[in-house]
């Protein structure tokens, strides 16, 4: 499945008329933002957890180049090998160039947007190797061919039959015959229940878990005082990944990192509350270098991608870089009523949602992503969410006005704005106006907005009446004859 | 007290009883009401498109009409974030960043600014409707709305499943992703329904016509109106409880 930020409109349009999609996302993104309600419940003062957490973060970004530092010298000393990728092209062949070094046949992974960011997978494949998806989620939608859809929950859009259907289709399994896990006689079928489903995938990873010759994860935070990789996840295929096969590489985009392990607990307290609703997500794997000789588990050698990709260069700009402070809870798109109605594929990249509409905008080629900060009704429910107080719409305003810089608004923005300033053609305009239409009949015509005739489609619009300013001089006039004190009521 | 008034453009000329019932209101709590013309657009369009320069300009012309210590009253949400946004538009330290700041700190949302007159919220309105309420996203929060009609006597106020969702407008966005505007819309709409209101009741006049004339497509046309118009028949019905009919005449919103 090709995606392109250049198709978002279109495809944003085209989501919206597949009733299932939305069914499935209205579903997903209430139960999401119920659980996340119900965890924050449990902080007597959030907004303090919130604001330490906000702290961390910003001290990491204020400080990156000497922290990001001060990790290589941490990790090296734990045994890490680190390697600086300053692109995605980079990194790929970092990550290639240790896999055949290792000789590695199979690669399994742990979910990671960064891999998906720099497109890993297709790189691997390409030098011969098996790639195998561990999440349930990331799984599901590699034996789709799609990307992920969201951040946290990477097949939000499937439902249960559209998941059995591709399981018989692409892994050829029958059903269980009872949840003991033995294989049964019938063809698996729509109906599977969930935990039916999740055994027949924990089934067929585990073989491949036990067959993998290296484990790629993301990172959730890189601590510098201790060159530690901290992994958060509920399903254990992370830590598995990381202590499975004998090598281990972490990939982390750079602004990853805290700077101390007090600063990585205070967002461990918020990061799960509000990605899963969870006080603490079930696996969180902080990993140190690579297995010492005394140890009994871990990856025998350890490699830790510092990626920038573009973030150097949107940490100099001064409101954009607020989007590096967010650590990937997915709450923005929970709360985001377009993300709600279209979900995450019609964006066209890696990340969705409000957070995915900046970071794509500052991570992509400029001319691929014009369309992105303006499919937003900049209604703030992202804002409001936001753990980490990213303020969502000030951020598209910027980026409105960088695509208005490169590309101007248009004429009819340049001739609204004219007559806005010049009152006297302003007011000329709407008196002639509303002489020749007072109804707007001929709204649709209106060069330079297409949309319009839709507008006008769905709803009445409105009627040029007698001005406002004119009724009140009426007004005025006649209270100066009665003397009375307030309005006339029956003169409106 | 006199306050200075800010009418929006599509308050102007496609919804002046807007206006008209906010000086009705006002006057009526012992406000004078001056309005400075000639008044066009605040710049939220501009703003809202990208177009900082022109943003910027149309802000200057703001600030020339609404120079002067008295309060700026605005019915409508976005406006008056708008016109607090103007310091953002000017360097710190210049002259005119000054003047924007002085602006933006006596900026009033109408209901907000009604809020905090003596007696409020309770300011002798009586009603008996079903009234729905649109929040509206642009009021940025603000309870304002909802204090001011539950103090209205007889008056049922009605929320809607997810009141503070948005109603997909969002200005140029409803004619760049028009789908994508109607889907949000329609949610909007159905749960408003559902509450089987007489009134649709806003702060935010775009709202009210984005919401108002996808009802009247659907045939299930309900009265919208501006909050201003809902306290102004409040206190129509209220004087008329009092001075048992002596002041009658129509409601201002007819």
């Known amino acids: 499945m090709e995606i392109n930020p250049r198709d978002f409109r279109e495809q944003s349009e085209k989501a919206c008329h597949d009733a299932t999609l939305r069914a499935v996302l209205d579903h997903a993104t209430r139960y999401f933002q119920a659980k996340r309600g119900a965890a924050l419940e449990t902080f007597a003062d959030r907004e303090t957890h919130f604001a330490r957490a906000r702290a961390a973060r910003l001290a990491a970004l204020s400080r990156l180049p000497e922290l990001l530092e001060q990790l290589e010298q941490t990790a090296t000393a734990a045994g890490t090998r680190v390697h600086w990728a300053a692109d995605a092209a980079q990194a790929r062949e970092i990550i290639t160039g240790i896999a055949q070094d290792c000789g590695a046949k199979v690669v399994v992974k742990g979910k990671s947007m960064v891999t998906e960011e720099i497109a890993l997978n297709p790189a691997l494949e390409a030098a011969g190797m098996e790639v195998w998806e561990t999440d349930l989620g990331e799984f599901i939608v590699q034996l789709a061919g799609e990307p992920p859809s969201h951040i946290i929950a990477p097949c939000i859009h499937k439902s249960r039959a559209d998941v059995a259907a591709l399981f018989r289709a692409k892994l050829g399994l029958l059903g269980l015959s009872g949840l003991d896990g033995l294989p049964g006689q019938e063809n698996l079928s729509d109906a599977a229940s969930i935990p039916e489903l999740t055994l027949l995938a924990r089934k067929a990873l585990r073989e491949k878990f036990l067959a993998a010759d290296l484990g790629v994860t993301g990172v959730n935070i890189a601590v510098a005082e201790t060159g530690s990789v901290i992994l958060v996840e509920n399903e254990g295929n992370i830590r598995m990944s990381t202590t499975c096969p004998p090598v281990h590489v972490a990939v982390m985009s750079l602004e990853k990192v805290a700077a101390t392990l007090e600063d990585a607990a205070d967002i461990l307290r918020v990061l799960p509350r509000s990605a899963t609703g969870q006080k603490m997500s079930s696996y969180v794997s902080v990993l140190t270098g690579p297995r010492r000789p005394n140890e009994q588990d871990g990856a025998r050698e350890t490699h830790l991608v510092i990626l920038d990709n573009g973030r150097s260069e949107v940490l100099a700009e001064p409101i954009l870089r607020e989007a590096l402070l967010c650590f990937r809870c997915g709450a923005c798109l929970n709360s985001c009523p377009v993300y709600q109605t279209i979900g995450g594929h019609a964006y066209g990249s890696v990340y969705s949602g409000p957070i995915g509409a900046l970071l794509s905008s500052l991570l992509l080629p400029a001319q691929d992503t014009r369309d992105l900060p303006f499919g937003c009704t900049l209604c703030g429910a992202c804002k409001r969410t936001c753990p980490l107080g990213i303020d969502h719409p000030r951020l598209m305003l910027r980026l409105r006005e960088r695509v208005c810089q490169s590309s101007g608004t248009g004429l009819a923005g340049a001739a609204h704005s004219f007559l806005a300033l010049h009152p006297l053609f302003y007011r000329l305009a709407v008196g002639a106006a509303r002489a020749v239409d007072p109804n707007l009949d001929l709204l649709p015509r209106l060069p330079g907005f297409p949309g319009l005739a839709n507008f006008v489609d769905t709803r009445q619009p409105p009627e040029l009446k007698k001005p406002f300013s004119a009724q009140l001089l009426r007004l005025r006039k006649k209270q100066a004859r009665t003397k009375k004190p307030h309005t006339n009521k029956g003169d409106a | ?254």
């Open chain 2, 1 to 254: 007290m006199r306050i200075t008034l800010m009418i929006p453009c599509l308050v102007e000329d496609c919804l002046p009883e807007i206006g008209l019932a906010v000086v009705s209101v006002l006057e009526r709590l012992g406000v004078g009401v001056d309005h400075p013309r000639v008044q066009t657009c605040c710049g939220q369009m501009a703003w809202k498109t990208g177009d900082v320069a022109r943003a910027r300009a149309l802000a200057l012309r703001s600030l020339e009409l609404f120079a002067g210590p008295a309060p700026v009253v605005c019915p409508s949400g976005s406006c008056a974030k708008m016109l607090r946004t103007y310091p953002e538009l000017f360097a710190p330290g210049t002259p005119d960043h000054a003047r924007a700041l002085d602006l933006a700190g006596r900026v009033f949302e109408f209901c907000e600014f009604v809020l905090s007159l003596p007696g409020a919220p309770d300011i002798g309105a009586e009603w008996n409707v079903r009234a729905a309420l649109h929040r509206s996203c642009q009021m940025d929060g603000s309870d304002a709305p909802q204090r001011l009609l539950s103090a209205v006597r007889g008056l049922t106020l009605l929320e809607p499943e997810r009141p503070e969702r948005c109603c997909g407008f969002g200005g140029l966005f409803s004619l760049q992703f028009p789908a994508v505007s109607e889907s949000l819309l329609e949610d909007k709409a159905h749960e408003l329904l559902a509450l089987d209101p007489e009134i649709l009741v806003s702060a935010e006049p775009s709202c009210l016509m984005n919401i108002s004339g996808y009802l009247a497509r659907l045939g299930r046309p309900v009265r919208p109106l501006h909050a201003a118009q809902a306290l102004d028949h409040g206190l129509d019905l209220g004087l008329q409880g009092a001075l048992t009919g002596a002041l009658t005449g129509g409601p201002t919103w007819r």
